[in-house]
């Protein structure tokens, strides 16, 4: 289904539900800050000491910390774009560098939706997604910058416009630095405006990052499927609606994300988009929840990996290798490889099947 099909019905739908409004706890304002280059283990409230960022811990304290959450892609333009549309990028097309195929404008953003639905959406910094001369998805405005006072300074003119509008709003903020006191400081600032504006319990913070960063590089293709790289942080506060200072420990991904912005919202997902990811709302919120699938998975041009809280297989050039099995138990960083040891060969031909059946069904 193309974007312009989907936008339609989408629209039509939500004009003939307009006949009773949405309660605010359904519809509420969501801020997006995504960093760049930031690993979970750069942060204090995932155990670094060196590291000062009282304001990004901050919202761990007053909401929930994911501790286990990966990118599909340990690339930023593609991991980006498979924030945003809950896509692989098999799917999408975007593989590497920031260069949009065709068949991208299709695609169908989260923004999109919302926008659809009501929302107001406002894109601010960083877009690494290609074609950067006009107007993306959805948002409006949409303004691609690096300098992180811009970035800060227009998102919270945006966050004030659509205030006196009195509509819901997307807001993302997507910040070119990684961990520091600057990125900190301005994570600080966004809080406190709604905090200020008396907004922190209408309004979903999420903090994450695009990619992760390996430290001690010795490898010189620092672009690699390694714990530090993939391992992101994932936080979300929403007062009143999120208990504060929850740890949630279960495997989720960065193409998890869509469902559960949806799912939270109560809108269907996108029809004809082949979505692997499913809704960690109910983690957030601490609410009942059946069995939770823990795995994970990521692909980077011909690098495909499968991840369960124990073991991690990479498999490269379609699994002619050099492959990678990690014992995660007897290893945390995975840098041990057990690829020949005949004592896991059930666990790799196992998870050789399930990353290669994922890899097949979803690549279109």
Not at 82 to 90: K, V
Not at 177 to 200: I, M, N, P
Request: net charge neutral.
């Amino acid at each position: 289904m193309r974007r312009r099909t989907f936008l339609r019905g989408a629209l039509a739908g939500a004009l003939a539900r307009t006949g009773r409004p949405q309660p605010a706890a359904e519809r509420p304002h969501i801020l997006l800050v995504i960093a760049s280059d930031l690993a979970a283990w750069m942060l204090g409230c995932y155990g670094n000491q060196e590291i000062q960022t009282p304001n990004i811990d901050r919202l761990a304290v007053q909401g929930v910390r994911f501790e286990n959450c990966f990118v599909c892609t340990p690339v930023s333009s593609p991991s980006r774009a498979t924030l945003f549309t809950g896509r692989t990028p098999m799917q999408h097309g975007i593989q590497d560098l920031p260069v949009q195929p065709p068949s991208f404008r299709d695609e169908v953003f989260l923004s999109d939706i919302l926008a659809a639905h009501g929302y107001l959406c406002g894109y601010f910094g960083r877009w690494d997604m290609g074609d950067e001369g006009q107007a993306q998805h959805g948002f409006s405005p949409w303004y691609v910058a690096d300098e992180a006072d811009l970035v800060l300074r227009r998102a919270i003119e945006f966050m004030e416009q659509a205030r006196a509008k009195k509509e819901p709003w997307l807001a993302v903020a997507a910040y070119a630095e990684s961990a520091g006191t600057g990125l900190d400081d301005r994570v600080g600032a966004l809080v406190d405006y709604l905090e200020e504006k008396k907004l922190s319990e209408d309004t979903l913070v999420v903090f994450t990052s695009d990619r992760g960063h390996q430290q001690n590089v010795s490898d010189p293709d620092a672009i690699s499927m390694r714990e530090e790289v993939i391992r992101v942080p994932l936080l979300m506060r929403w007062l009143g609606q999120i208990p504060p200072g929850r740890v949630r420990r279960e495997l989720v991904s960065t193409y998890d994300f869509m469902p559960s912005m949806l799912d939270l919202l109560r809108l269907p997902l996108p029809k004809g988009r082949n979505l692997c990811g499913r809704s960690y709302w109910p983690l957030a919120t601490s609410r009942a929840l059946g069995k939770w699938d823990e795995r994970v998975y990521g692909y980077f041009r011909s690098t495909a990996m499968l991840r369960e809280p124990q073991y991690k297989l990479v498999l490269r050039n379609e699994g002619k290798g050099p492959n990678e099995l990690c014992d995660l138990s007897a290893d945390s960083a995975g840098h041990a490889n057990r690829i020949e040891d005949r004592a896991l060969a059930h666990v790799r031909q196992s998870m050789t099947r399930d990353l290669n059946a994922w890899i097949k069904k979803y690549s279109r």
